[in-house]
C-alpha cells in the first residue's frame, strides 16, 4: 500500500471509532480530530487543528490533574479518568478519557492521543440504583408498616 492510500485507510480507521479520538503535540495543540470527536464536542476538525486542548474541551478540574496525567505520560504510562468537559455549544457532559503517549524511535514524547467516551448514560444508571437501594434501606429499616397504594 502506498504512503498516500496507507494514510487514507488509517484516517478512515480512526474515523469508524465510535469513541472521540484526538491527538495533540507534546504542547497541547490539536494534531488531529476524528468524526465521533466532532460529534461529540460539537466543533469540526478545521475549527480546532492548532488550537490549544483545554480551550476547546475545557474541563474545571484539568488544571489541578494536569500534573498527575503529564507525570503518567511522560513514563510512558497511559492515564485514564473521568472529566465533566464542555461542548461548542456550552453544554457539559461526563467523559471517561484515556490520554496514551506516543514517543518516536528515540523516545521522545512527539503526540498523546485522547480517546474520549460520553459516560451520561452510565452515570444516570448509577443514580438510579443508589436512589433504588436508598429508598429499599429506608422501606426496609422503617420502625412501622409502610404500604405502596394506587388511587384505583
Avoid: C
Avoid at 9 to 31: N, S, W
Avoid at 55 to 63: F, G, H, N, Y
Amino acid at each position: 500500500m502506498d504512503p498516500t492510500n496507507k494514510n487514507r485507510f488509517h484516517a478512515r480507521l480512526l474515523d469508524a471509532v465510535g469513541q472521540a479520538v484526538i491527538a495533540t503535540d507534546p504542547l497541547g495543540k490539536v494534531i488531529y480530530w476524528n468524526r465521533a470527536a466532532q460529534e461529540l464536542y460539537g466543533w469540526s476538525a478545521k475549527e480546532v487543528m492548532g488550537r490549544p486542548i483545554v480551550e476547546v474541551t475545557p474541563s474545571e478540574d484539568l488544571a489541578e490533574r494536569a500534573e498527575e496525567i503529564m507525570g503518567e505520560l511522560s513514563h510512558g504510562r497511559s492515564w485514564m479518568g473521568e472529566f465533566v468537559v464542555q461542548r461548542k455549544d456550552g453544554t457539559t457532559f461526563p467523559a471517561l478519557v484515556t490520554d496514551t503517549p506516543v514517543h518516536d524511535e528515540q523516545g521522545n514524547l512527539i503526540a498523546i492521543i485522547g480517546v474520549s467516551t460520553d459516560i451520561t448514560q452510565i452515570k444516570q444508571t448509577e443514580e438510579l440504583r443508589r436512589g433504588e437501594e436508598r429508598f429499599r434501606a429506608t422501606f426496609a429499616q422503617a420502625a412501622v408498616g409502610m404500604a405502596h397504594t394506587a388511587p384505583d
